[in-house]
């Protein structure tokens, strides 16, 4: 673990001392610390990874925030939203209450997210519009988090071009929240603070959840290197987290009530590779978690390369561990795989996909698809376009390459046109649509599980609630149902939702 965070507040606090004059906006801060590298946090240490369970929140910062209000912005997956929830957990301990006000807010907090550019642009235009709030409300501390803020040329954009913003902590800072709220507080200057390589375990750090479903992260960083794909950069080296304390808190969950977990990793799959005391791998801990009184289990998000025979045989003793797969493809032609050295080709993603329909015949599938990746030919394009057809995904998120600075796919020739990018995607997501209502067809007449998330967002008249499989089923119903599991029969399946009609209002019993 590098602290390069902590050299760089003692040099801004050496420096402040110089400059006590010196406005935020006239400083150029890059020339006093070096900003987070992505070159640095490729290094992949040998150093063990320690896990703390002491409490974050120091003793003075326990009530620093009563009468007072939070936001935060979330962008981007599951773990950010998960890394959102810890952070309103530690700002709750320390008084703060939750707004979705912005005018109302003592702090905003931007978690943000890297993956495509357009998500990057989504912040800097918010970031333009709380620039007007903070002239208004001087008081008000805005942080920039998530993994923008492990990128380089971000913090120095921000820096540069955005010296409003108070805090800019990284993806592995996020415990540190309680302190850097302290050093804003009370210092003058922006207070940044972005490890390159990745920190410790922090357990027991307070979380926020809310309503029936909860994610529970198994691990933490992503060692795949996939070329296009800057998340091992921004989330450091694969670490898992101990079996026990893991499970010790999906049995709290559990007492508590929840009625859906989703465990948490980059590559879940991968889960327990680094650990050199205990031989204990992802399906194991499903295998031990299956025992617990959690009615649905669901894990995200898997890569093919690991899904094990052993995962296989314990995701087929079903009982809570639902029938659903999230396996990311990314291509379906071999050579384009290469250049994105996924590590599989398309006979092995194929291979896996007949192992697993073995097993668990009613498995549904899902997946990630890039178009347009350097190099990527028509008959390759088709080649994904064949495997879609060949494996029947239900869905799939399909994405056209965002060139990532630092990646290696980055320095390969952007070569594809914008114009021919869009019409694979097109042709892609028309195809995925053909199929899904195909697949959802199959459901006409059957009666199955859900669980009632609340009234519709498109539609209050109805209810809405999910399958094993993920599904969107709408029905009415009353809304006193929500949370709780029913039986739907399917009357008019369509592309993005099963319309169906309630079996019985008495919940259903889930065995
Ligand atoms: N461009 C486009 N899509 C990307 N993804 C990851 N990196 C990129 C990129 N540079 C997609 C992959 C991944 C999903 C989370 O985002 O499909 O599985
Ligand atoms: Fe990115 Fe590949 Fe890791 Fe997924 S497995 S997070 S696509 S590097």
């Known amino acids: 673990m590098t602290g390069c965070g902590k050299e760089v507040e003692l040099l801004k606090k050496e420096l402040t001392l110089l400059d006590e004059k010196q406005t935020k906006s006239d400083k150029d801060y890059s020339i006093y610390f070096q900003p987070p590298s992505l070159k640095d946090a490729k290094k992949r240490g040998k150093e063990d990874i320690a896990v703390h369970y002491e409490s974050a929140i120091p003793e003075d910062m326990k009530t620093v925030g009563t009468g007072k209000k939070y936001l935060i912005r979330t962008y981007g997956c599951q773990m950010n939203e998960h890394d959102t929830e810890v952070m309103k957990g530690m700002l709750e301990e320390m008084g703060y209450e939750s707004t979705e006000e912005k005018l109302d807010a003592d702090i905003i907090l931007l978690n943000t997210c890297a993956i495509r550019e357009n998500a990057e642009d989504k912040v800097f235009g918010e970031l333009g519009h709380l620039k007007t709030l903070k002239q208004q409300k001087p008081g008000l501390i805005l942080g920039v988090c998530g993994c923008m803020s492990q990128e380089e040329s971000v913090v120095n954009r921000i820096m540069q071009k955005h010296a409003f913003v108070d805090i800019i902590f990284g993806t592995h800072n996020i415990h540190r929240l309680p302190v850097l709220l302290k050093e804003a507080y009370y210092g003058k200057e922006m207070v940044v603070e972005v490890w390159s390589k990745e920190g410790d375990i922090i357990e027991n750090l307070p979380k926020k959840r809310e309503g029936m479903k909860a994610w529970v992260n198994i691990m933490y960083g992503c060692d795949k290197f996939c070329t296009y794909c800057i998340v091992p950069y921004t989330r450091g080296k694969e670490r898992s987290r101990r079996p026990h304390d893991v499970l010790a808190e999906i049995r709290d969950l559990a007492r508590q009530g929840f009625k859906e977990i989703t465990l948490l990793g980059q590559n879940v799959n991968a889960y327990g590779k680094d650990f050199d005391d205990i031989s204990y791998s992802f399906g194991d801990l499903m295998d031990d978690v299956r025992k617990i009184d959690i009615p649905r289990i669901r894990f995200t998000t898997s890569h093919p390369r690991d899904f094990d025979d052993r995962l296989i045989e314990v995701l087929a003793k079903r009982g809570n561990l639902v029938e659903h797969i999230h396996l990311p493809v990314q291509s379906g032609n071999t050579e384009v795989l ?49 495997l879609v057809r060949e494996v029947r995904y239900d869905s799939a998120f399909t994405f056209i390459y965002s060139p990532r600075d630092g990646t290696p796919a980055a320095a390969m020739e952007d070569n594809v046109p914008e114009e021919v990018k869009k019409d694979r995607l097109k042709r892609l997501n028309d195809l995925l649509n053909v199929i899904s209502r195909e697949q959802n067809e199959q459901l006409r007449g059957q009666t199955l599980e859900v669980l009632v998330e609340g009234e519709s967002r498109t539609n209050p008249d109805v209810l809405a609630g999910r399958t094993r499989t993920n599904k969107l089923v709408h029905f009415r119903g009353s809304k006193e149902l929500a949370g709780q599991f029913v039986q739907v029969t399917i009357t008019e399946p369509q592309t993005w939702v099963l319309k169906g009609e309630l079996v019985t209002s008495q919940p259903a019993k889930v065995v």
Do not use: C, N
């Open 338 to 386: 290469k250049l994105m050295s996924r590590k599989y080709s398309r006979e092995h993603y194929l291979d896996l996909v007949r192992k697993i329909r073995v097993a668990i015949p009613d498995a549904m599938l899902t997946t990630d698809i890039i178009v347009g990746f350097p190099g990527e030919t028509e008959e390759q394009f088709q080649d994904t376009l064949s």
